[in-house]
């Protein structure tokens, strides 16, 4: 049998186990079913009148009981340390496009990973990325991104004297007080950013895809792997019940 056979069977192995044990508990409750009796009747005198005799047949006995148990659990117990014996021998190598991630996983491990693996996917997918109307460089003294340098012009309002008309022989010229802006200096501007590029979070989606199908590829192979086969229960009961 192959592990992943076992793991097919191996609930309504179960389910049968826990309704034959649900069945004889409830029989361990009719206490009337393991009582019987043999009652007769012998008059003292000869000619004396003899009542029929009484009986009260036994329905159960404990043993029987004992035996349904037995053959209820048997079963499951051998599959389960079938199962958890197979479990410690079967592994496999997680491998993504012919590089060996990790060797030798028992195959418990691997269902555990498997999960595992899909809150990294979540994790992943959630990272800040850059956003694309920026040209952005990555600093290796800073450890961040950062944009090219943008300038932009500082101005500042001054007020100023200007001739709106011109004196005449009747009239005094006329100055009028304006405002305009100068250039005051200059401002030059560099963005950071701790976030990552998309298409470096988009690479690392990729790898926990790969390396998600190559656990279930693991899993599988592990799982179809040959068990040996257990036999532990007759062991326990044998203890358990004998006389």
Partial sequence: MKLNQLLAVLQSVKANANKGKTEVSQLCHKSALFQGLSRTYQPREEDGFVYPPESQKLTLKADDLIEKFVQSCAEFLDLAATQDYANTEARASVSVEG???????????????EKQLQDVKTFIASLPVLSIDKDWQHDPNRGCYV????????????????????????????????????????????????????????????RVDMLQKAVIQA??????????????????????FAD
């Fill in 99 to 113: 590089q060996t991630i990790v060797s030798d996983v028992p195959v418990s491990y691997l269902l555990f990973l």
């Fill in 147 to 206: 944009t090219n340098p943008k300038e932009t012009v500082k101005t500042k309002k001054i007020t100023d004297f200007v001739v709106a008309y011109e004196a005449t022989e009747h009239h005094p010229a006329q100055i009028k007080e304006v405002s305009k802006d100068v250039v005051e200096g200059t401002w030059s501007l560099i963005e950071f950013s701790g976030a990552l590029p998309q298409d470096r979070v988009n690479l690392m989606l990729r």
């Fill in 219 to 240: 899993r599988e192979e592990a799982n179809g792997r040959e068990v040996q086969q257990r036999q532990v229960a007759n062991a326990i009961f044998s203890y358990l």
